[in-house]
């Protein structure tokens, strides 16, 4: 298993402002993810973070709004950029197990709320 | 890109078994099915995955029939702290992550 941690764990923003979250794993990994988890909603997949190259994002979701960082195999950030109340979401990364195909390990997820 | 649908709750006792199902009618010929479980305040926790027919580990049994097209993760002997939400998520990390998609969810709730 893999060990996830993220900063903040939460935080209150203004309305314009960019918030940048830290992804920390305590084991070399190939792939991180970024996933969005509205109020009572289900997760959706923001963008895959390879080390070495440009995160792929998902439908609906760009790079100047949400720019990824992934400096090494252990580490990655998630900007929200100009944020809106639109925002106001819990930001969760995640890495794919090194044991199981298809197996992903999640970080706590950080909560942020736009106002 | 596979939608996934899942009831929204479900109500059990203590010791019943749950099962719960997952529709992805357009799930991919290299699509894996995963199910999560998730609490309050944390990320999602994996559960159970298989690609086809029954999957069996220690906390619960995944089946899935030969269309894939659903797939039914089953609880046996539920107990309180099995109240969570329950996701299933379609796709295949191979790919590159591209494509995952999460269920609607389903709230457990397990009451005495």
């Known amino acids: 298993s893999a060990v996830i941690s993220q900063k903040p764990s939460r935080d209150i923003c203004q309305r314009g402002t960019s918030l940048t979250i830290q992804c920390q794993v305590d084991s070399q990994v190939t792939m991180m993810f970024w996933y969005r988890q509205q109020p009572g909603q289900s997760l959706t997949l923001i963008a895959t973070?390879?080390?070495?190259?440009?995160?792929?994002?998902e439908s609906g979701f760009v790079i100047d709004k949400f720019p990824i960082s992934r400096p090494n195999l252990t580490f990655s950030t998630l900007t929200v950029s100009n944020m809106s109340p639109e925002d106001s979401s819990i930001y969760l990364c995640?890495?794919?197990?090194?044991?199981?195909?298809?197996?992903?390990?999640f970080g706590p997820g950080t909560r942020l709320t736009v106002l | 890109l596979a939608k996934t649908t899942q009831p929204i709750s479900m109500d059990s006792y203590e010791g019943q078994e749950v099962n719960i199902t997952c529709s992805h009618n357009n799930i991919a010929t290299n699509d894996y099915i995963t199910w999560y479980q998730q609490f309050p305040s944390q990320g999602p926790r994996f559960i159970i995955q298989g690609y086809k027919t029954k999957v069996t580990n220690e906390v619960a049994s995944l089946f899935i029939p030969a269309d894939r097209k659903s797939s039914t993760l089953s609880l046996p002997r539920v107990s309180l702290s099995d109240t969570a939400v329950y996701y299933c998520l379609v796709g295949d990390l191979t790919g590159g992550g591209n494509k995952l998609t999460f269920g609607t969810g389903t709230q457990l709730k397990v009451e005495l």
């Open positions: 995640s890495v794919e197990s090194s044991g199981r195909t298809n197996e992903q390990f």
């Open positions: 973070a390879n080390q070495g190259s440009e995160a792929t994002y």
